[in-house]
T-cell receptor
Framework: AQSVAQPEDQVNVAEGNPLTVKCTYSVSGNPYLFWYVQYPNRGLQFLLKYITGDNLVKGSYGFEAEFNKSQTSFHLKKPSALVSDSALYFCAVRDEKKSSGDKLTFGTGTRLAVRP | KAGVTQTPRYLIKTRGQQVTLSCSPISGHRSVSWYQQTPGQGLQFLFEYFSETQRNKGNFPGRFSGRQFSNSRSEMNVSTLELGDSALYLC??????????????FGPGTRLTVL
């Protein structure tokens, strides 16, 4: 069964500093990995995804993520945090096996707080 | 292009009632999935519909059901509501072109409160 772990409930950073939100995954086949962000009273907004190819994936709003197969990780990063980045971030995985369809398995979420 | 829309946005029901939530996917998207989000359980997959057929189902009781229409719009129904059904219900759509590589785009959700 596929699973995702986000080990930090909350990450605190100062505006202008780099940020990292951690994610590790477990699947039986090759993973398809996604990051979403959720602002209060809103749905999930897609940030980026890794399917295959370059391990460093660039996404929306200056975010990027690095796929590391040996460590089964897909950490989300941004070189310089903004106060407006404060939100709830979810990592998700989908197994490559076709029978999984579109189903995404999500981590528990990490709350990012960026202080001015 | 319009995003995923969900109606209603907020709903208050009492235990024992039933509720129907609606989702309109992004134009051209053929796959619709539903998720339940609660503080305790997080985001959990309910079911997925593609071409009017349920393709995948999560671990929820039979009180949770859904359907998809020929225009890809989807509804989910919860019968005999329980207090624990209070949650944000999210709908997501995708093109479903490839074997799991498509991005799902989410709607704003329907906040269901069961009293």
């Amino acid at each position: 069964a596929q699973s995702v772990a986000q080990p930090e409930d909350q990450v605190n950073v100062a505006e202008g500093n780099p940020l990292t939100v951690k994610c590790t995954y477990s699947v039986s086949g090759n993973p398809y990995l996604f990051w979403y962000v959720q602002y209060p009273n809103r749905g999930l907004q897609f940030l980026l995804k890794y399917i295959t190819g370059d391990n460093l994936v660039k996404g929306s709003y200056g975010f990027e993520a690095e796929f590391n197969k040996s460590q089964t990780s897909f950490h989300l990063k941004k070189p310089s945090a903004l106060v407006s980045d404060s939100a709830l971030y979810f990592c998700a995985v989908r197994d490559e096996k076709k029978s999984s369809g579109d189903k995404l398995t999500f981590g528990t979420g990490t709350r990012l707080a960026v202080r001015p | 292009k319009a995003g995923v829309t969900q109606t209603p946005r907020y709903l208050i029901k009492t235990r024992g009632q039933q509720v129907t939530l609606s989702c309109s996917p992004i134009s051209g998207h053929r796959s619709v999935s539903w998720y339940q989000q609660t503080p305790g359980q997080g985001l959990q997959f309910l079911f997925e519909y593609f071409s009017e057929t349920q393709r995948n189902k999560g671990n929820f009781p039979g009180r949770f059901s859904g359907r998809q229409f020929s225009n890809s719009r989807s509804e989910m129904n919860v019968s005999t509501l329980e207090l624990g059904d209070s949650a944000l219900y999210l709908c997501a759509s995708s093109f479903r072109r490839g074997p799991g590589t498509d991005t799902q785009y989410f709607g704003p959700g329907t906040r269901l409160t069961v009293l």
